[in-house]
Nanobody
Framework: QVQLVESGGGLVQAGGSLRLSCTPS????????MGWFRQAPGKEREFVAA???????TSYADSVKGRFTISRDNTNTVYLQMNSLKREGMAVYYC???????????????WGQGTQVTVSS
């Protein structure tokens, strides 16, 4: 079964940048679509970005377009480059994997434990 581990969270000043990574625990037989989500204190978990199996298609929440970039490499690691971070971006960030066909993903089957991003003013 797929296991995911997020890393790269930490403390950053508003306007700064941070890069998150999502690493599978082992090599998978084939790549799957991946997504990033976040949950702020007292808020529901929300979608941030997604990338297709091949990396050829991406999708972003309107709130992060132009500031965040999702990417992946041939090791199946997925990244989230976050620029111009705002106080509203303070949250626990989760990566997830989808076994669904088609685009964009609808159901995510596997989830990481999350990494904390703290934004100071």
């Amino acid at each position: 079964q797929v296991q995911l581990v997020e890393s790269g969270g930490g403390l950053v000043q508003a306007g700064g940048s941070l890069r998150l990574s999502c690493t599978p625990s082992g090599r998978t037989f084939s790549s799957v679509a991946m997504g990033w989500f976040r949950q702020a204190p007292g808020k529901e978990r929300e979608f941030v970005a997604a990338i297709s199996r091949s990396g050829g298609s991406t999708s972003y929440a309107d709130s992060v377009k132009g500031r965040f970039t999702i990417s992946r490499d041939n090791t199946n690691t997925v990244y989230l480059q976050m620029n111009s971070l705002k106080r509203e971006g303070m949250a626990v960030y989760y990566c997830a994997a989808s076994h669904g066909v088609g685009w964009p993903p609808i159901v995510y089957n596997y989830w990481g434990q999350g990494t904390q991003v703290t934004v100071s003013s």
